[in-house]
């Protein structure tokens, strides 16, 4: 039997954007459904994957391993000039989403990541400016909470401070890469977190437990713990989970989205929501799937919103090069996150010449096999010196960039390959431009010079050689100013249907060499503020 | 007839590996090691290789236990044994533990496994910690500065 449920809001995926928009309409009384094909996460799955990377070994250990990744995460199949890229191991399905298990990076784009096109020629503009946006991403940073300093001579203006203090720089940032980075010129600073450095709104500050994905104090913001309980007590939301929506339906004019047909994981069975707005919130490759998915007979045939030929287009991530240093001495004690970073690539970088990037050094991040590069310097004329090996490890410190990307990339359906559900995946093809590759020349030039700043004794080559990790895929279903240029407009409704919106990184029509996930927040709460005609 | 070292003493007590009390010395070999299984010799490895002292022998076992349940071990178990004897020929009976391993004395194969082992020991975020005396991953610090700390000599 057919389930129906009717709504005003119609929000598709609960991850951090879907979230946070339910969020602020939800004072508007209104009814609001929220949808996500992924299960809820509790605080005892948390307890328990920390004792299982224990039990098993596994660093890696995540919240989706307990769920099949061809139900759950439908595998897309993804390629970078022949090596694959493995966009399911970092996106996460679930209420929360992907902001369950993130680092809490809060970086801002600058203003000039907004205008590519028109000042250095690459990508495409934003069809709003930074002046447009910036009071949007201050609310973001107060909405989750993060904490940093007003101490980067590299970003762009802001019109308030953060909510709260910056963590304290670490033994090695302030004894060993700082005052590298300032013997060649360059300024080390804060790295802004939605990881709190003093308690904030009833959350504990970082207990230094170093297992930031888990993070037992509840210091890094996770929507389950914050905006999820919040919802839950709200009588006109619900957020249904492990529903999957399989197509958005158009009506016979083409103009108007008129039902969600979703099924339930479990077993099938069907379920339409009707809804006056629908907003399609599930990521930077499901929504653009979604879209491609919902094609139908009239003027959408190719998609949702691609009577230009835009969706799919300008797909974009991160490329994250990094490189391992010997530093010669012992680097201290982490937090389990980085204290200090670097903009200066953002700003000092002759952008028509070679992208921006921004700098991560860290003690030995958990995420970077040291282990690789310790024996390996510790063979000499075909003797392992195990001791050497023992006594070089507390001296390992990694030095990784996230760098902007031209966004070559594009995304399609893979007719070839279809999920549980017998939809069509998603096919990838990653681009890299021989002007993406000049951050990792830069990198490589950059290595050396570092090291002797730093007094290393070894530098390892840049590793990997030049593919995207999958973390922040984004761009396939871009803001523009007409339909031409991309798939929905400055309020972030899709073109040619007056009741579809969508928030997530893939509406970037170029994403910087920062993190997207507070850009993500504050369009959320534009969207909010558009449907409550405040903006 | 046998020289019973302290080595070998202790190797035949336990049956797995000795742990011998020299500054900065984690394991020792013997030349019957003919006689392990297969898992045995991966324990004996990772002994080996790994940065454990004698007064932390059950940290090093509760480690190979675990190692051994995982799917790492598909790719080391099988020349184990093989490599745990070709590393028993580079040491006398009078060596008592090792801190270099001479890998010229090994096959290219023994040699490949001998360093990938040694390089995903080492990545394991519990090893690293386990070197520079840092509490487990996920054991709360309760103080936000204790990473400016001047880090004390390991």
């Not at chain 1, 928009?21 to 509790?42: C, E, N, Y």
């Not at chain 1, 204290?339 to 050094?361: D, G, L, W």
């Not at chain 1, 000499?380 to 010196?385: A, C, K, P, T, V």
Request: glycine residues 8%; proline residues 6%; contains cysteine.
């Amino acid at each position: 039997m057919n389930q129906e449920i009717k709504t005003d809001y119609c929000i598709v995926g609960g991850g951090i954007a879907g979230i946070i928009l339910a969020s602020k309409l939800a004072a508007s009384g209104k009814k609001i459904v929220i949808l996500d094909q992924g299960p809820r996460f509790t605080e005892q799955d948390r307890a328990e994957m920390l004792v299982k990377s224990r039990e098993q070994l596994n660093d890696y250990a995540d919240y989706n391993d307990n769920v099949d990744p061809e139900i759950i995460t439908p595998l897309s199949s993804a390629s970078a000039e022949g090596q694959i890229v493995e966009w399911t191991n970092y996106r996460l399905f679930g209420i929360g989403g992907t902001a369950l298990h993130f680092e809490g990076i809060m970086m801002r784009p600058v203003e000039n990541d907004m205008k590519v096109k028109t000042l250095y020629g690459y990508g495409r503009d934003w069809p709003i400016t930074y002046s447009e946006l910036e009071p949007w991403l201050l609310k973001a940073e107060n909405e989750v909470g993060v904490s940093g300093n007003d101490d980067n001579p590299y970003a762009s203006f802001r019109s308030g401070t953060y909510p709260m203090q910056g963590h304290q720089f670490s033994y090695f940032d302030s004894e060993i890469f700082g005052p590298a980075l300032k013997k060649l010129g360059i300024t080390g600073h804060s790295c802004p977190r939605s990881i709190n450095s003093v308690p904030y709104k009833g959350r504990s500050g970082c207990q230094a437990c170093r297992a930031c994905k888990f993070c037992p104090s509840g210091a890094r913001y996770s929507p389950d713990r914050v905006h999820v309980p919040f919802l839950d007590k709200q009588a006109n939301v619900s957020i249904l989970e492990n529903l999957s929506v399989r197509k958005l339906e158009t009506n016979s004019k083409g103009d108007k989205i008129i039902a969600a047909h979703a099924v339930h994981i479990k077993d099938r069975s069907p379920v339409t929501i009707l809804a006056q707005n629908f907003i399609v919130a599930m990521g930077g490759v499901e929504t653009p799937r979604m879209l491609l998915l919902s094609a139908d007979n009239g003027i959408h045939k190719e998609g949702l919103g691609n009577m230009g030929g835009q969706l799919g287009v300008g797909f974009n991530d991160h490329d994250t090069p990094y490189i391992t240093f010997d530093v010669g001495q012992p680097v201290g004690s982490r937090l389990g996150f980085e204290t200090m970073v670097s903009e200066h690539f953002r700003k000092h970088s002759n952008r028509a010449e070679q992208p921006t990037f921004t700098m991560f050094a860290s003690p030995a991040m958990d995420w970077f096999p040291v282990g690789n590069e310790a024996t390996t310097w510790s063979i000499q004329e075909n003797i392992l010196s195990l001791k050497n090996l023992t006594d070089r490890i507390p001296n390992m410190a990694t030095l990784s960039i996230m760098t902007e990307t031209e966004g070559k990339g594009f995304l399609e359906l893979d007719k070839s390959k279809l999920d549980h559900f017998g939809s069509p995946v998603a096919k990838v093809t990653m681009k890299l431009t021989d002007w993406d590759r000049r951050a990792q020349t830069k990198l490589s030039e950059l290595a050396p010079e570092l090291a002797e700043a730093m007094l290393a004794k070894k530098v390892s080559e840049v590793t990997p050689p030049g593919y995207g990790l999958g973390y922040h895929p984004s761009g396939a279903t871009a803001m523009a100013n007409n339909p031409e240029e991309g798939v929905c407009d400055e309020n972030l409704k899709v073109y040619g249907l007056n009741n579809l919106y969508l928030v997530s990184n893939s509406v970037f029509p170029h994403m910087g060499s920062n993190p997207p996930t507070l850009t993500i927040i504050a369009l959320a709460l534009r969207l909010a503020a558009h449907f409550e005609g405040k903006k | 007839m046998e020289n019973i070292t302290r080595r070998r003493f202790i190797d035949q007590s336990t049956k797995l590996l000795a742990f011998i009390p020299l500054v900065n010395v984690i394991a020792c070999i013997s030349d019957n090691d003919s006689v392990l299984s297969p898992e045995d010799s991966l324990k004996k490895l990772i002994f080996i290789i790994g940065p454990w002292t004698i007064e932390d022998k059950p940290i090093a076992e509760d480690f190979a236990k675990r190692f051994l349940k995982t799917a790492h071990i598909d790719q080391y178990l099988p020349n184990s044994e093989k490599l745990v004897q070709g590393l028993a020929k580079q040491f006398s009976n009078e060596t008592l533990a090792i801190k270099d391993i001479d890998l010229k004395k090994l096959s290219e194969s023994e040699q490949k496994l001998l360093i990938d082992l040694s390089q995903q020991i080492h990545s394991f975020l519990e090893v690293r910690f386990y070197i520079s005396n840092e509490p487990l991953s996920g054991e709360c610090q309760g103080d936000p500065k204790w990473h400016t700390q001047i880090p004390k000599k390991i």
